[in-house]
């Protein structure tokens, strides 16, 4: 009889373990943005982390070194016609989009490779374009979030919005 109580009782614990673990949020959260630039559909697939009293710019986010654009995995950037993004031609498709940020700009990067989940793999080889765009001063944004518009999108995030033109 012993050993049954001892089996329920394990059994209790594990299905009480696995139900926690599945209300678990994670702290940087799916989200999409989506909307018309011109006359294409852009939908921009990140995971969004929010500031929670870090340094970001310059810290978290070094300056001068490459960046997933978001948190998790790689940010993802997809258009069903082609993009001229700041002067330069981007064909219809699905790109993995990075950052390397500097104080007041940052390259902006759009890399044919989806399987990266960071930075670790990246191919500068694999990159279908690189723009440079200057940043500017926003209000804080706990979450970083991007917006699509009409003329273009941004990444906000902090302080910091890095804004991209496009048509």
Do not use: C, H
């Not at 909307?35 to 969004?48: D, H, P, Q, R």
């Not at 002067?87 to 700009?105: D, H, N, Q, R, T």
């Not at 930075?119 to 209000?139: A, C, F, H, M």
């Amino acid at each position: 009889m012993k050993p049954l109580k001892t089996t329920i009782a394990l059994f209790a614990f594990l299905i009480g373990f696995a139900s926690q673990a599945q209300d678990k949020k994670p702290l940087s959260t799916p989200e999409t943005a989506t909307g018309k630039i011109g006359n294409a559909t852009v939908t921009i697939n990140y995971s969004s982390p929010s500031v929670r009293d870090r340094e970001i710019w310059g810290a978290l986010v070094p300056y001068g070194k490459i960046w997933r654009a978001g948190a998790n995995a790689a940010t993802t950037f997809e258009t069903d016609k082609a993009l001229t993004i700041e002067g330069k031609e981007l064909p219809a498709g699905k790109y993995s989009v990075f950052i390397i940020p500097s104080k007041g700009e940052a390259a902006v990067i759009f890399n044919k490779d989806l399987e990266q989940r960071g930075t670790e793999k990246y191919n500068q080889s694999q990159d279908q374009l690189r723009v440079g765009v200057k940043t500017t001063s926003i209000p804080k944004s706990e979450k970083l979030t991007y917006v699509i518009t009409a003329k273009g999108f941004s990444l906000n995030w902090d302080t910091v919005s890095i804004p991209v033109s496009a048509k």
